[in-house]
DNA sequence: CAATCGACTTAACGGCGTTAAGTTAACGGC
DNA sequence: GCCGTTAACTTAACGCCGTTAAGTCGATTG
C-alpha cells in the first residue's frame, strides 16, 4: 500500500490530504501560492502522485471549492430560517448571508469569481445554484405574501444579486482594507454596514418613499431640459 | 541606437511598440497570455529588454492598463453631457457608460478586478478615481434639484456603484455568453438590458411606488411572525 | 509462482518571470 | 582623435511552475 512513513494511511486517506493542504494553501497563500509542488510537500509525497487523484490542477482546486461551498446552501438556510417565509427580512436575510459567508470564505469567492481563466468553472454546479434558487424562492415567496412588488422574480433576483455581489466584489478588491471608499462614509465602514445601510435604498428607492411622484415628476422634467 | 531591422526608430518607439504589443496580447489572450517572450517576441526584440523600460511584468501591465483607462474619464462625461445637470437620468447615464466601457474594453477590468494578486493596482489612480467622482458629482446634483432623495451622497454613490459593478461582475463571470442566468429572464438578456430594468427598481426600490408604505408595514409584520 | 496492477517515484520538458554578465554603438570632455 | 561613460540592448542562466514519461515496488490474483 501507500505510506511509508505516515504509518496509519488508508485507501482515500492521501486524497483527502491532497485536498485538506490544497484547501489550507489555497486560503494561506491564494491561487498563486497553491503549486502542486507546495501541495505535495505538505502531504509527504511527491507532486505527481496527485495527479493520480486528480487531472490536474485545475480539476483540483475546482474540488477544494466546491468542497468549500457544501456548506454555503446550508449557512444561507439556515439565515433564511430565522425570518417568516414571506417576509423581506428573509430576503435581506440571503442576501446578507451570501455576504457574511462570502467574506468569511473570501479564498473560494476569489476563485470562483477569478476573472482571468478561459474556462470558468461551471458556478451554477454550486448546491442550490450558488444560493440563486434559494433566493428566488425568498423573492416568489414576498410577492406572494405583498411584501414585495410584483416583477419577473428572475429580473428581482438578479437586481438583488448584482447589487450584493458588487459590494462583495469591490470589498474584495479593495482587500477589506485600506480602501478609501469605505471611510468616505461616515457611519456603515465594513461591507456589512453598508449593506445594512442599503436597506432603505432598496425597499423604498432611490427617489424616496414621500417624494416618489413628485420627484418621478420632475426627474422627467429635468431630463427634458437640455 | 537600438534598431537593427526596424530601421525608423527613435527615442521612445521601443516603449510605446512594448505597450502596445502587451496591450493586444492582453486584449487577444488575457493576462495568461501575456508573457514578457510573447510581448518581446512581437516587438521584435529580447525578453529582458522590456526590463529597461519597464520594473518588471506588473509595472507594465500597470501602465497598459492605466492607458486603457485613460478614455474611461472622457466616455462616462460625454455620457453625463447628454443629460441634463440634476437629473436622475444623468446619473443612470454614467450607470451605463461605465457598464458599456467595461464590456466594450473588459481586458482592462479584468485586470484591475482581478481577485488574485496580492497587491492590487490602486484602484483609486485612476483618472477621475474610476468614475467615482463623476457618478458622486451627478448624484449631489440629482439631490440638489430633488430628483433624488437625500441621502449620504457616498451611500448612495456605494449603492450605485456596487448595482452596476455587480451586474458587470456577474456577466464576465458568465464570459457574456452560456450563463442561464441571462436566458431566465425573457426579456433583458443582454447585461445592458438588465441595466435597463433594473430602472423601475432602483427608482421606486422593490416595495412599489404605491405599495410602499404599505408594503412596508406588511413586511414589519411579517418579520415579527416567527 | 508468475503476471498484473495500483500507488507511487525520479527525471525531464517546455514555459514562466527575473537576474547577471557581456556587447555594442553613441556621446561628451579633453 | 581618442577615451571613459552610458544607454540600449544581447545571451545565458536560475528557480519556479504545470505536466508527461518511464520506472519501481509491494500487494493481489489467477
Redesign the pocket.
Do not use: C, D, F, I
Given at each position: 500500500?501507500?505510506?511509508r512513513e505516515n504509518a496509519g494511511s488508508r485507501?482515500g486517506d492521501?486524497e483527502r490530504a491532497i485536498l485538506e493542504a490544497a484547501r489550507d494553501l489555497l486560503a494561506e497563500k491564494g491561487l498563486q501560492g497553491?503549486?502542486?509542488?507546495?501541495v505535495a510537500e505538505r502531504v509527504g509525497?511527491?507532486?505527481?502522485?496527485i495527479?493520480?487523484y486528480f487531472e490536474?490542477?485545475?480539476e483540483l482546486v475546482e474540488r477544494v471549492v466546491q468542497q468549500g461551498f457544501l456548506r454555503f446552501g446550508e449557512y444561507i438556510e439556515q439565515a433564511m430560517r430565522a425570518h417568516s417565509r414571506g417576509s423581506l427580512e428573509r430576503v435581506r436575510a440571503v442576501g446578507e448571508a451570501y455576504l457574511q459567508f462570502a467574506l468569511e470564505n473570501h479564498a473560494y469567492f476569489r476563485v470562483l469569481f477569478n476573472l482571468q481563466r478561459p474556462h470558468p468553472h461551471a458556478i451554477e454546479d454550486l448546491p442550490e445554484g450558488g444560493g440563486y434558487g434559494l433566493l428566488r424562492q425568498a423573492v416568489v415567496d414576498a410577492m406572494d405574501s405583498g411584501a414585495m412588488r410584483t416583477v419577473d422574480p428572475d429580473l428581482m433576483v438578479m437586481y438583488l444579486w448584482s447589487l450584493t455581489h458588487g459590494l462583495l466584489m469591490i470589498s474584495l478588491a479593495c482587500q477589506l482594507e485600506h480602501c478609501p471608499e469605505f471611510r468616505a462614509t461616515p457611519e456603515a465602514r465594513t461591507p456589512l454596514e453598508m449593506f445594512h445601510a442599503f436597506g432603505p435604498l432598496v425597499r423604498e428607492g432611490v427617489l424616496g418613499a414621500a417624494a416618489a411622484t413628485a420627484g418621478a415628476a420632475a426627474s422627467d422634467r429635468a431630463a427634458g431640459e437640455e
Open positions: 500500500m501507500a505510506g485507501s492521501v497553491l503549486s502542486m509542488r507546495t509525497v511527491s507532486a505527481t502522485a495527479y493520480h490536474n490542477k485545475e
